[in-house]
């Protein structure tokens, strides 16, 4: 927790800082990592794995915990009682969940929870099934295509707070953000000057004078 906050500009106070969870999530990524990435010869690590991670997002599941390790991070920078977490877990599980639905729909053929658990953890898992087996069977793999990546926008709204009517909004403060020179502020604009017909020096159209268009015998003698 201590590391995971050394990158954050904002402190938390100690009596708010929640990192029991966390770190278990941040165990169970890295036990993931050992038996997903340095045991796939293993045969009980295998068979560890897809009656786990990979029962339930298939192939995903060897990405699952690079994700689980950040999510514990961010949990120990952004405890549960300084923000709602809830809305950000549910908008990351979303995603994974659409991400195993493009497994399960390029996977060939598509195997379903009859077909053993096996064929599901080489595939979507469990998850990428429920999403897509409705629209595959309707709407064909190019149909079930686009409500899967429709799911998985809707999913990026939900972790970024992003109304669909703002999303151009957003895009645009990310373009700026990225390229700080492409906006031009208006303070580096440099303000129309005009001479002064009195002593030279120069003024902004601002402080123009709004009687330079009357008449001379309208205006004051100097």
Do not use: C
Not at 11 to 38: Q, S, T
Not at 110 to 119: L, W, Y
Request: aromatic share 14%.
């Amino acid at each position: 927790g201590f590391l995971a906050r050394s990158f954050a500009s904002e402190k938390i106070a100690k009596e708010d800082r929640r990192d029991g969870p966390p770190f278990a999530l941040f165990l169970l990524g890295v036990i993931g990592a050992i038996v997903v990435w340095f045991l796939q010869g293993n045969a009980y690590a295998q068979i560890l794995n897809v009656y786990t991670a990979g029962l339930f997002f298939g192939r995903l599941s060897m990405a699952l915990p690079v994700v689980m390790i950040l999510f514990a991070m961010y949990l120990m920078r952004h405890p549960s009682t300084v923000r709602d977490n809830s809305r950000v877990g549910f908008g990351w599980l979303l995603f994974l969940i659409s991400i195993s639905g493009f497994f399960h729909i390029f996977s060939d053929p598509h195997p379903e929870p009859s077909t053993g658990i096996d064929a599901l953890a080489a595939a979507g898992g469990l998850f990428g099934w429920l999403v897509t087996v409705l629209f595959i069977q309707t709407l064909t793999e190019w149909g079930a295509g686009v409500v899967v990546a429709l799911l998985a926008l809707g999913s990026f709204l939900v972790i970024t707070k992003t109304a669909p009517h703002k999303i151009f909004a957003r895009i645009s403060e990310l373009y700026h953000k990225l390229f700080p020179g492409s906006e031009k502020n208006e303070k580096d604009v440099p303000a129309e000057e005009i001479p002064d017909a009195y002593d030279g020096t120069k003024a902004p159209w601002w402080r123009r004078s709004k009687q330079t268009d009357k008449e001379a015998f309208e205006q004051p003698v100097t």
